[in-house]
């Protein structure tokens, strides 16, 4: 049961990593635009993996880049699309977000990032007619409290290009080692593609944060992901790096055909099969000591990682500032 209901946006209590408690917007009408990402449950063992509780914004589902290890094989695995991409009704998601910041804004209610990238390619729908990015900045413009976080592979950025750069959006560029993506990130654009329509987009003002995620331990990975950020930083400076390594959820197993990926795994957690402890901690430790190192870099966080890696590298999870919030 939700804790009250206003104007059809639910509140609920939820348990934050610091150890409050805060009253927070659970969702908005039936929650199918709208609605709080909390699968991750409050970590407790020193195995469980810390990840905040951010807003989601479902504006569609599916993506066209066919990723091997896509989360999205298995969670939408009973659809009979699968993970084609489907967009919803954009009357309803625009009546939603109003209702949202009716709500929300202007009354102490603390600022929120609604991430539209977390079931579907924020950047997919730019080329078919009616851009998402134009249609859901203009609604974002109408506030100035909260914003609104694209992840994406893709490389459509034209329509970002040509809008009036505000506050509102922050871009998360999903980038990897050039041989990983190659091999696994079946139809993705190019690393040094993604790369540049991130510096552009970094150029003209926009906010530009970058998710190096699934790391893989393949084969010298250490020269492979350390060409990646010498890539980067000879192109733009993000203003984030969120790091991550390979992991895999039962259901995301059994429902992929390239099944290449899976011997890397062999350590269990209560977000699925991942890199064995040592593995993920080198990869770590050898990309963030290159980042203060060489570009004296350290707004890092890591994704999905346990409290047992947080706290091997002595940072309060407690603090934690990655992608998905402000």
């Given at each position: 049961?939700?804790?009250?209901?206003?104007?059809?946006?639910?509140?609920?209590?939820?348990?934050?990593?610091?150890?409050?408690?805060?009253?927070?917007?659970?969702?908005?009408?039936?929650?199918?635009?709208?609605?709080?990402?909390?699968?991750?449950?409050?970590?407790?063992?020193?195995?469980?993996?810390?990840?905040?509780?951010?807003?989601?914004?479902?504006?569609?589902?599916?993506?066209?880049?066919?990723?091997?290890?896509?989360?999205?094989?298995?969670?939408?695995?009973?659809?009979?699309?699968?993970?084609?991409?489907?967009?919803?009704?954009?009357?309803?998601?625009?009546?939603?977000?109003?209702?949202?910041?009716?709500?929300?804004?202007?009354?102490?209610?603390?600022?929120?990032?609604?991430?539209?990238?977390?079931?579907?390619?924020?950047?997919?729908?730019?080329?078919?007619?009616?851009?998402?990015?134009?249609?859901?900045?203009?609604?974002?413009?109408?506030?100035?409290?909260?914003?609104?976080?694209?992840?994406?592979?893709?490389?459509?950025?034209?329509?970002?290009?040509?809008?009036?750069?505000?506050?509102?959006?922050?871009?998360?560029?999903?980038?990897?080692?050039?041989?990983?993506?190659?091999?696994?990130?079946?139809?993705?654009?190019?690393?040094?593609?993604?790369?540049?329509?991130?510096?552009?987009?970094?150029?003209?003002?926009?906010?530009?944060?970058?998710?190096?995620?699934?790391?893989?331990?393949?084969?010298?990975?250490?020269?492979?992901?350390?060409?990646?950020?010498?890539?980067?930083?000879?192109?733009?400076?993000?203003?984030?790096?969120?790091?991550?390594?390979?992991?895999?959820?039962?259901?995301?197993?059994?429902?992929?055909?390239?099944?290449?990926?899976?011997?890397?795994?062999?350590?269990?957690?209560?977000?699925?099969?991942?890199?064995?402890?040592?593995?993920?901690?080198?990869?770590?430790?050898?990309?963030?000591?290159?980042?203060?190192?060489?570009?004296?870099?350290?707004?890092?966080?890591?994704?999905?990682?346990?409290?047992?890696m947080w706290n091997k590298f002595r940072i309060d999870y407690k603090k934690m500032k990655c992608n998905?919030?402000?």
């Open positions: 049961m939700s804790l009250r209901v206003n104007n059809g946006v639910k509140y609920d209590y939820y348990p934050m990593l610091d150890g409050s408690t805060k009253q927070l917007v659970k969702q908005v009408r039936d929650g199918s635009i709208i609605k709080r990402f909390d699968k991750t449950p409050l970590p407790k063992a020193s195995n469980d993996v810390v990840c905040p509780h951010f807003l989601e914004l479902k504006w569609a589902y599916g993506c066209p880049f066919n990723c091997a290890w896509c989360f999205l094989k298995g969670t939408l695995r009973f659809l009979p699309t699968k993970t084609c991409p489907i967009v919803k009704d954009y009357k309803k998601i625009e009546s939603h977000l109003n209702m949202f910041f009716d709500e929300t804004v202007g009354n102490g209610y603390p600022n929120e990032i609604l991430n539209s990238g977390e079931i579907s390619d924020s950047l997919m729908y730019e080329n078919n007619g009616r851009s998402f990015s134009k249609f859901i900045l203009n609604i974002f413009d109408t506030q100035d409290k909260h914003k609104v976080l694209f992840l994406t592979k893709s490389i459509w950025i034209k329509n970002l290009l040509k809008l009036k750069v505000n506050g509102s959006p922050i871009i998360s560029f999903s980038l990897n080692a050039s041989r990983v993506s190659k091999r696994w990130e079946k139809r993705a654009p190019p690393i040094r593609k993604r790369i540049e329509a991130a510096r552009q987009l970094w150029e003209v003002g926009y906010k530009v944060r970058i998710r190096i995620d699934p790391m893989v331990p393949i084969q010298n990975w250490n020269i492979h992901y350390r060409n990646l950020v010498d890539r980067v930083f000879s192109n733009f400076e993000p203003e984030r790096i969120t790091i991550g390594s390979l992991r895999g959820l039962q259901s995301t197993i059994n429902n992929v055909i390239d099944k290449s990926w899976v011997k890397y795994l062999s350590e269990n957690s209560n977000w699925g099969k991942r890199i064995d402890f040592n593995t993920r901690f080198s990869m770590y430790f050898d990309i963030i000591n290159y980042l203060k190192e060489n570009f004296d870099f350290k707004n890092i966080a890591l994704c999905k990682e346990t409290i047992r998905c919030t402000l």
